[in-house]
């Protein structure tokens, strides 16, 4: 079984400031986690992924994120926001760490509930 | 490379109808592919998940005959929603795994989204 929790339904900071979008997983196996930013109306962009290599992920657009096993968190991170990125944020695990066991998988994506990021100028 | 479109990006439509949204893999050949709905201000909720030329696995609290899912060649599937009801209005977006490739990384490719409205 696999959830997602992201702290902070809404997050807003000024543009330049750090940016920290939290976000906790469970799963029953090695999890494959990713962020995902969706604009208004649209489908989702893959902003990074983690797949069992590096625990610090740099994606695109500036974003990276650690993946910290003990914690059991993967939070986003940028240094200085931007204006372009107010959008939603959805961080994701997926059962597919589960193949290394044997296990079969489709790999199903479970959401975390989103976060507003709002910029102020 | 690895895009998904869907159509329409958004349909009207009235209670009783049924009304057929496509998603398809542009570049890639997509062995499976996922069907999620969105609510406002919620999060993803999958529905089903459709492997090429074999019948959908639909989550738990899914009507499959309500949310009927075709997935009939490897750049093609089709989420039909029978007998739509207001309820039913929602934002529903598809998504595809490469074959072979990412797919052993999990990365899904999700197209735009379809905006359904029942009246």
């Known amino acids: 079984a696999q959830s997602v929790t992201q702290l902070g339904s809404h997050v807003s900071v000024s543009e330049g400031a750090l940016v920290l979008l939290r976000c906790n997983y469970s799963?029953?196996?090695?999890?494959?986690l990713f962020w995902y930013v969706q604009y208004p109306n649209q489908g989702l962009q893959l902003l990074l992924k983690y797949t069992s290599a590096a625990t610090l992920v740099k994606g695109i657009n500036g974003f990276e994120a650690e993946f910290k096993k003990s914690e059991t968190s993967f939070h986003l991170t940028k240094p200085s926001a931007h204006m372009s990125d107010a959008a939603e944020y959805f961080c994701?695990?997926?059962?597919?760490?589960?193949?290394?066991?044997?296990?079969?998988?489709?790999?199903?994506?479970?959401f975390g509930q989103g976060t507003i990021l709002t910029v102020h100028p | 490379g690895a895009v998904v479109s869907q159509h329409p990006s958004w349909v009207i439509c009235k209670s009783g109808t049924s009304v057929k949204i496509e998603c398809r893999s542009l570049d890639f050949q997509a062995t499976t592919m996922f069907w999620y709905r969105q609510f406002p201000k919620q999060s993803l909720m999958l529905m089903a998940t459709?492997?090429?030329?074999?019948?959908?696995?639909?989550e738990q609290g899914v009507e499959k005959d309500k949310f009927l899912i075709n997935h009939a060649s490897l750049t093609l599937s089709t989420l039909t929603v029978t007998s739509a009801h207001p309820e039913d209005s929602s934002f529903y977006i598809c998504s595809a795994r490469e074959r072979g490739g990412l797919a052993g990384l999990g990365e899904q490719f999700f197209g735009p989204g379809t905006r359904l409205t029942v009246l």
């Open positions: 994701a695990v997926s059962d597919l760490g589960g193949r290394s066991a044997g296990g079969t998988s489709y790999g199903k994506l479970t």
């Open positions: 799963s029953s196996v090695p999890p494959y």
């Open positions: 459709s492997n090429e030329g074999s019948k959908a696995t639909y």
